[in-house]
């Protein structure tokens, strides 16, 4: 596609339930970050994926995250049992040649009520 | 943790004035970029400058580096109410990772 898209752009969900978060990067991208904005504070890495790979998870906060990506292009970012700490603008983004310029979706404002 | 750390953290400025804003980082980089955020939600690549470079310019923005201090500053002239937004500096952490900061948050006023 001509940007990153980003599905939903707003979820509202009650703590304990589980929640899918869905990008969509440009087209030919191969690398695929994910990464969080708590209000008013800087991006927080999440996971990394080279393809369909995830080279580098390190970022994510517990075990009740996780992330997949299918056919080198969508990803699922996936919290289980949410907690009210998780709500955040979730951001997506993709490159072609890694870290020479990301592209962002527009995010997913997650709130845990 | 964050490598990167703008200041300052909010600058208010008018009209057609210029707005400067520095990021200060802590271990060696390959290159540096600044993005800018509108209404907190994506991010807008704005510029890159590499470690061997000095100064770049991208119409109104001119962006320096200075590795022996390890810091980079954004200049914005003749500012417009459309430029109000929040920019972050983000430096390589290795190949294929990006830190920001925590940003600069910037309000033109008309």
């Known amino acids: 596609g001509a940007g990153v898209s980003q599905s939903p752009s707003n979820k509202v969900t009650e703590k304990g339930k589980d929640v899918e978060l869905r990008c969509d990067p440009i087209?030919?991208?191969?690398?695929l970050y994910w990464y969080r904005q708590s209000l008013g504070q800087g991006l927080e890495f999440l996971i990394y994926f080279q393809g369909n790979s995830a080279p580098d998870k390190s970022g994510l906060p517990s075990d009740r995250f996780s992330a997949e990506r299918t056919g080198g292009s969508v990803s699922t970012l996936t919290i289980q049992r949410t907690q009210q700490e998780d709500s955040a603008v979730y951001l997506c983004?993709?490159?072609?040649?890694?870290?020479?310029?990301?592209?962002f979706g527009s995010g997913t404002r997650l709130t845990v009520v | 943790s964050q490598q990167g750390e703008e200041d300052p953290q909010a600058l208010s400025i008018q009209e057609g004035e210029n707005a400067t804003m520095n990021c200060s980082y802590k271990?060696?980089?390959?290159?540096l970029q600044w993005y800018r955020q509108n209404s907190g939600r994506g991010l807008v690549h704005l510029i890159l400058?590499?470690?061997?470079?000095r100064e770049k310019h991208s119409g109104r923005l001119r962006v320096t580096l200075d590795t022996s201090k390890k810091s980079s500053s954004l200049l914005i002239t003749a500012s417009r109410a459309a430029d109000t937004a929040s920019y972050f500096c983000a430096t390589d952490v290795n190949d294929y990772k990006l830190s920001f900061g925590a940003g600069t948050t910037v309000t033109v006023r008309a």
């Open positions: 400058i590499r470690s061997n470079e």
């Open positions: 271990t060696s980089i390959n290159n």
């Open positions: 087209s030919g991208h191969t690398a």
């Open positions: 983004a993709s490159s072609f040649q890694e870290v020479y310029g990301y592209t």
